[in-house]
C-alpha cells in the first residue's frame, strides 16, 4: 500500500504524518509541489510485457501528461531482483541530489521509496504500482530500490537524454530508513 510519512529533517524516528490515503497524499504533496496521482490501466499487463504494451495500457494518461508538462521523451524500464548491477544500480540513487528537469515516474508494478528533502521536511513516499509521482526540478530527494529491486516504471523526460544527478554531499539520506521490502517502515 503507497505511503507518505513526514518527518522534521532532524528526527527520523518520529513522523509528524503516516497516512496511506491517496487523497490525504495527494494534498500534502501539492504543498511543496509535488503532484501525486493514482492511474489504471486500460487493459491487463504485467512485468515482461513489451514497453509498447505497457505504454499502450495507459496511453490516455501518458498523453495527457505529455501534452500538460511539454515531455519529449518517454521510456519503459524493469529492473528485477536478479539483475546483476542491482547493487550499483541501488547505491547510485542513494545519496541526496537534485535534477535540473523534473522527476516523473510511474509505476507499473512493484515499487520504490521517493524520500524528498524540502526546508526542514522530510517527505517519505512509497510508491506503488498504480502511483505517478512528479518532483519538481531542484527538489533535494534520494530513491531507494531496496536491495531486490522489483519494478515496472515508466519514466517522463524533458531533454531526450535524461536527467543526470547533482549530488549535495550532505549525509541526511544515510540518517533515514532504507527501504528493506516487507519490512514495516
Same mark, same amino acid.
Given at each position: 500500500?503507497?505511503?507518505?510519512?513526514?518527518?522534521?529533517?532532524?528526527?527520523?524516528?518520529?513522523?509528524?504524518?503516516?497516512?496511506?490515503?491517496?487523497?490525504?497524499?495527494?494534498?500534502?504533496?501539492? $504543498?511543496?509541489?509535488?503532484?501525486?496521482?493514482?492511474?489504471?490501466?486500460?487493459?491487463?499487463?504485467? =512485468?515482461?510485457?513489451?514497453?509498447?504494451? !505497457?505504454?499502450?495500457?495507459?496511453?490516455?494518461? !501518458?498523453? $495527457?501528461?505529455?501534452?500538460?508538462?511539454?515531455?519529449?521523451?518517454?521510456?519503459?524500464?524493469?529492473?528485477?531482483?536478479?539483475? =546483476?548491477?542491482?547493487?550499483?544500480?541501488?547505491?547510485?540513487?542513494?545519496?541526496?541530489?537534485?535534477?535540473?528537469?523534473?522527476?516523473?515516474?510511474?509505476?507499473?508494478?512493484?515499487?520504490?521509496?521517493?524520500?524528498?528533502?524540502?526546508?526542514?521536511?522530510?517527505?517519505?513516499?512509497?510508491?506503488?504500482?498504480?502511483?505517478? !509521482?512528479?518532483?519538481?526540478?531542484?527538489?533535494?530527494?534520494?530513491?531507494?530500490?531496496?536491495?531486490? =529491486?522489483?519494478?515496472?516504471?515508466?519514466?517522463?523526460?524533458?531533454?531526450?537524454?535524461?536527467?543526470?544527478?547533482?549530488?549535495?554531499?550532505?549525509?541526511?539520506?544515510?540518517?533515514?530508513?532504507?527501504?528493506?521490502?516487507?519490512?514495516?517502515?
Amino acid at each position: 500500500m503507497s505511503r507518505l510519512r513526514i518527518f522534521g529533517d532532524a528526527d527520523p524516528a518520529t513522523p509528524r504524518l503516516s497516512t496511506d490515503d491517496p487523497a490525504r497524499m495527494a494534498t500534502e504533496l501539492s $504543498r511543496i509541489g509535488v503532484a501525486f496521482e493514482r492511474w489504471e490501466a486500460r487493459q491487463p499487463v504485467a =512485468p515482461g510485457d513489451s514497453p509498447e504494451a !505497457i505504454m499502450e495500457a495507459y496511453r490516455g494518461d !501518458i498523453d $495527457r501528461l505529455v501534452a500538460e508538462r511539454g515531455f519529449r521523451s518517454v521510456d519503459v524500464v524493469s529492473i528485477a531482483p536478479d539483475h =546483476p548491477e542491482r547493487e550499483a544500480m541501488r547505491a547510485k540513487f542513494l545519496d541526496e541530489h537534485f535534477h535540473k528537469e523534473d522527476e516523473v515516474r510511474f509505476f507499473v508494478a512493484g515499487s520504490g521509496l521517493f524520500t524528498l528533502h524540502v526546508d526542514d521536511a522530510v517527505y517519505e513516499i512509497l510508491c506503488e504500482a498504480g502511483d505517478l !509521482i512528479a518532483v519538481p526540478d531542484g527538489t533535494t530527494h534520494w530513491f531507494d530500490m531496496g536491495p531486490s =529491486p522489483s519494478f515496472v516504471a515508466i519514466r517522463f523526460f524533458t531533454e531526450p537524454d535524461g536527467w543526470v544527478g547533482h549530488f549535495t554531499g550532505t549525509d541526511i539520506a544515510q540518517r533515514f530508513p532504507r527501504y528493506e521490502k516487507g519490512q514495516a517502515l
